[in-house]
C-alpha cells in the first residue's frame, strides 16, 4: 500500500519560501509509472492543482504559479519536494501530495494533508 | 483552463436515498472525468475514474455517467458512511481542474 507523509513548517512570513516535503512509502518516486504531485485545497479557492515531477526530472506546473513553484525529486531519500516563493496569504492552504494514476491526471493515493498559514 | 462546476452546493439526504449530482465542465473532457470522495479533516479519495470506472474497492452502489461536458455521479442507496463531499475534476487537459464540490448532508 502506497503511502505518502507530508511534512515542513505550518507557518510561513509573507515574501517567504514555503517547502514542503513528502515521504514516500510503499512506493518509489524511481517509478517510470506514475507522476508525483501536489495539491493544496483552501477554503477560498477549493482544490487547486500546483504541479508534478516524473523521475526523468521532468515537471510540469499550474501556469497561474509558475514562476514562483519547483517541485523536484530525491531518488535516495524516496521523497519529493515544494518550494513556493514570494508567498502571501492567498497561499495559506492545506497542502496535499499526491501519486498519479499510472501517468494519468488523476489522483489515486494521496498524503493526509499539511495546513499552511501565511502571516507574520 | 477547463472551469469546473457542480450542482447543487449541497444536498440533504436520508439513508436509503437514491442520490444524484451533477459537475458540468466548460468545455467538452472526452471522458476524463474524475469524482472524488472527501470527509472533514481528511483527504479526497477517488472513487470513480474515466466517467465511469469504480476506482477498485469502491461500493458498487456508487457509478457514474456522462459524456462531453455533463457528468453525474449516484449513489443508489445512500449509506451512513456516504455523507462527506464529492468532488469532480477533469483530467484532459492540464492543470487538471476541480469542481467546487457537492456537500450530501444527513436530512
Same mark, same amino acid.
Given at each position: 500500500q502506497v503511502q505518502l507523509q507530508e511534512s515542513g513548517p505550518g507557518l510561513v512570513k509573507p515574501s517567504q519560501t514555503l517547502s514542503l516535503t513528502c515521504s514516500v512509502s510503499g512506493?518509489?518516486?524511481?517509478?517510470?509509472?506514475?507522476?508525483?504531485?501536489?495539491?493544496?485545497?483552501s477554503a477560498g479557492r477549493g482544490l487547486e492543482w500546483i504541479g508534478r515531477v516524473f523521475v526523468s526530472g521532468s515537471t510540469t506546473y499550474n501556469p497561474s504559479?509558475?514562476?514562483?513553484?519547483?517541485?523536484?525529486?530525491?531518488?535516495?531519500?524516496n521523497q519529493f519536494s515544494l518550494r513556493l516563493t514570494s508567498v502571501t496569504a492567498a497561499d495559506s492552504a492545506v497542502y496535499y501530495c499526491v501519486r498519479d494514476r499510472e501517468g494519468r491526471a488523476d489522483f489515486d493515493y494521496w498524503g493526509q494533508g499539511t495546513p499552511v498559514t501565511v502571516s507574520s | 483552463d477547463i472551469q469546473?462546476?457542480?450542482? *447543487?452546493?449541497?444536498?440533504?439526504?436520508?439513508?436509503?436515498?437514491?442520490?444524484?449530482?451533477?459537475?458540468?465542465?466548460?468545455?467538452?473532457?472526452?471522458?476524463?472525468?474524475?469524482w472524488y470522495q472527501q470527509k472533514p479533516g !481528511?483527504? *479526497?479519495?477517488?472513487?470513480?475514474?474515466d466517467t465511469s470506472t469504480l476506482q477498485p474497492g469502491v461500493p458498487s452502489r456508487f457509478s457514474g455517467?456522462?459524456?462531453?461536458?455533463?457528468?453525474?455521479?449516484?449513489?443508489?442507496s445512500l449509506q451512513p458512511?456516504?455523507?462527506?463531499?464529492?468532488?469532480?475534476?477533469?483530467? !484532459?487537459?492540464?492543470? *487538471?481542474?476541480?469542481?467546487?464540490?457537492t456537500k450530501v448532508e444527513m436530512k
Open positions: 512506493g518509489s518516486v524511481s517509478s517510470s509509472s506514475h507522476y508525483w504531485t501536489w495539491i493544496r485545497q504559479l509558475e514562476s514562483r513553484v519547483t517541485i523536484s525529486l530525491d531518488t535516495s531519500k | 469546473m462546476t457542480q450542482t *447543487p452546493s449541497s444536498v440533504s439526504a436520508s439513508v436509503g436515498d437514491r442520490v444524484t449530482l451533477t459537475c458540468r465542465a466548460s468545455q467538452a473532457v472526452r471522458g476524463y472525468l474524475a !481528511k483527504a *479526497p479519495n477517488l472513487l470513480i475514474y455517467s456522462g459524456s462531453g461536458t455533463d457528468f453525474t455521479l449516484t449513489i443508489s458512511e456516504d455523507f462527506a463531499t464529492y468532488f469532480c475534476q477533469q483530467a !484532459k487537459d492540464f492543470p *487538471p481542474t476541480f469542481g467546487g464540490g
